[in-house]
C-alpha cells in the first residue's frame, strides 16, 4: 500500500476539516487522518465506506460491519479499516492494473469500472453517497484497527465473479452516473432543473 501511494498526497489531519495542499507521502501518511488513497485521474483502489450491517448477516455480534464482503459472497478486501467506536468500515481493494480515468481513457472501461464499483457498494451494503477519493489512514492508529489479508490485487474480471453488472444506465436518473467524479456528479444532479 505505502509503495503504491502517490508520491505527493493532500490529507485532512481531522474529519471535516478539508484537505491540506499535497504533502510528501512519508509526512502525509504519517501525519494524516484522511488521505487521498489514488492519484489525480488514476484509480488503483476501490475503496468502500460500509456503515451498516449487511442486512442477510444474522450474527449476535453488535453492530460490526467487518464481515459484510463475506455475507455478500464477495472476495476479500486486501484492507480493513475498523473504526474502534462504532463497528464501522473501510474495505480497499487493490486492483492489478490501474484505470485511467482522464478524458482521453477509454471511457468503456471508466464505466465499467463504474459498474463494478456501484454493484460492489450495493452488495456491500456501503454508503452510495461516498466520494471515492479520500479514506481513512491505514497508517494512522488512533481510534482504528487495520486488518491486512494475504490475498493479491484484483483484475476487473476477478471483482465481477458475483455481481449483477446487468443494471442499464438511463440518462433520466442522475444516481446512475453518481461516483464519476465531482464535476459529472453536480451535472447530472441539478441538469434537470437547468432544462426546465
Known amino acids: 500500500f505505502y509503495e503504491n501511494m502517490p508520491a505527493w498526497m493532500p490529507i485532512s489531519l481531522k474529519k471535516g476539516?478539508?484537505?491540506?495542499?499535497?504533502?510528501?507521502?512519508?509526512?502525509?501518511?504519517?501525519?494524516?487522518?484522511?488521505?487521498?488513497?489514488?492519484a489525480a485521474k488514476l484509480v488503483r483502489y476501490l475503496v468502500f465506506d460500509v456503515d451498516e450491517m449487511h442486512p442477510d448477516d444474522n450474527a449476535d455480534y453488535e453492530h460490526n460491519c467487518f464481515y459484510n464482503w463475506?455475507?455478500?459472497?464477495?472476495?476479500?478486501?486486501?484492507?480493513?479499516?475498523?473504526n474502534k467506536k462504532n463497528g464501522h468500515c473501510q474495505y480497499f481493494y487493490e486492483l492489478?492494473?490501474?484505470v485511467s480515468t482522464s478524458d482521453k481513457s477509454n471511457q468503456k472501461i471508466v464505466f465499467w469500472l463504474h459498474?463494478?464499483?456501484?454493484?460492489m457498494t450495493l452488495e456491500l451494503n456501503a454508503d452510495?453517497?461516498?466520494?471515492?477519493?479520500?479514506?481513512?489512514?491505514?497508517?494512522?492508529?488512533?481510534d482504528q484497527e487495520?486488518?491486512?489479508?494475504?490475498?493479491?490485487?484484483?483484475?476487473?474480471?476477478?471483482l465481477t465473479k458475483n455481481l449483477d453488472l446487468?443494471?442499464?444506465?438511463?440518462?433520466?436518473?442522475p444516481d446512475d452516473y453518481l461516483g464519476l467524479g465531482r464535476n459529472n456528479d453536480t451535472f447530472h444532479t441539478v441538469r434537470f432543473d437547468a432544462y426546465s
Open 128 to 142: 452510495s453517497a461516498y466520494t471515492h477519493h479520500i479514506s481513512r489512514n491505514p497508517f494512522n492508529p488512533i
Open 96 to 98: 492489478k492494473t490501474p
Open 70 to 82: 463475506h455475507v455478500a459472497g464477495l472476495p476479500p478486501p486486501q484492507i480493513i479499516i475498523k
Open 115 to 119: 459498474s463494478i464499483r456501484r454493484a
Open 146 to 158: 487495520v486488518f491486512y489479508s494475504l490475498v493479491g490485487p484484483y483484475s476487473l474480471d476477478e
Open 166 to 173: 446487468s443494471t442499464k444506465y438511463s440518462i433520466q436518473k
Open 17 to 38: 476539516k478539508g484537505l491540506t495542499e499535497p504533502l510528501e507521502k512519508k509526512n502525509a501518511l504519517t501525519d494524516g487522518r484522511l488521505i487521498q488513497f489514488n
